[in-house]
């Protein structure tokens, strides 16, 4: 078989493709793009659940936050508030969250989950900037 004739099948076979059948490779977001906050399963159930059960206006969204003070210097803030101009807004598990600018760099990749089994129960915070964390792991230093 020539390279012509090679070429021609090659070509053949390449326009006999359906474009619906090619498929983009996955790509692995860069760390830049991966989600600063961002909830198991089970802590977004349970977030679904106090909403529900304390009838949220819709228009909240879940605000994650720190502030000063607790055991170790910083503690962590959950709760359902309005949005701001300033805020940026994040998705986990199909959930809204906003997040103040200024909190970022205490909370980029941290993964809140919502263990409930009998020797832990509540919301718990996996943070990989904080450098030390109080027993109950709700206080955290950097």
């Given at each position: 078989?020539?390279?012509?004739?090679l070429?021609?099948v090659?070509?053949?076979?390449?326009?006999?493709?359906?474009?619906?059948?090619?498929q983009?490779?996955?790509?692995?977001?860069?760390k830049?793009?991966?989600?600063?906050?961002?909830?198991?399963?089970?802590?977004?159930?349970?977030?679904?659940?106090?909403?529900?059960?304390e009838?949220l206006?819709?228009?909240?969204?879940?605000?994650?936050?720190?502030?000063?003070?607790?055991c170790?210097?910083?503690?962590?803030?959950?709760?359902?508030?309005?949005?701001?101009?300033?805020?940026?807004?994040?998705?986990?598990?199909?959930?809204?969250i906003?997040?103040?600018?200024?909190h970022?760099?205490?909370l980029?990749?941290?993964?809140?989950?919502?263990?409930?089994?009998?020797?832990?129960?509540?919301?718990?915070?996996?943070?990989?900037?904080?450098?030390?964390?109080?027993g109950?792991?709700?206080?955290?230093?950097v």
């Amino acid at each position: 078989m020539s390279d012509d004739n090679l070429d021609d099948v090659i070509s053949s076979l390449i326009d006999d493709v359906d474009e619906e059948e090619v498929q983009e490779p996955v790509r692995e977001k860069p760390k830049s793009e991966m989600i600063p906050v961002s909830l198991t399963e089970r802590a977004a159930r349970q977030i679904r659940k106090i909403r529900d059960t304390e009838d949220l206006d819709e228009g909240l969204y879940l605000r994650v936050a720190v502030e000063g003070g607790g055991c170790s210097g910083l503690s962590y803030k959950l709760g359902f508030d309005i949005r701001t101009d300033e805020d940026e807004l994040f998705y986990s598990q199909d959930l809204e969250i906003v997040v103040d600018p200024k909190h970022l760099m205490y909370l980029d990749g941290i993964q809140i989950d919502y263990p409930d089994g009998l020797d832990a129960r509540g919301f718990t915070f996996d943070n990989p900037n904080a450098s030390e964390s109080c027993g109950c792991g709700s206080s955290f230093a950097v």
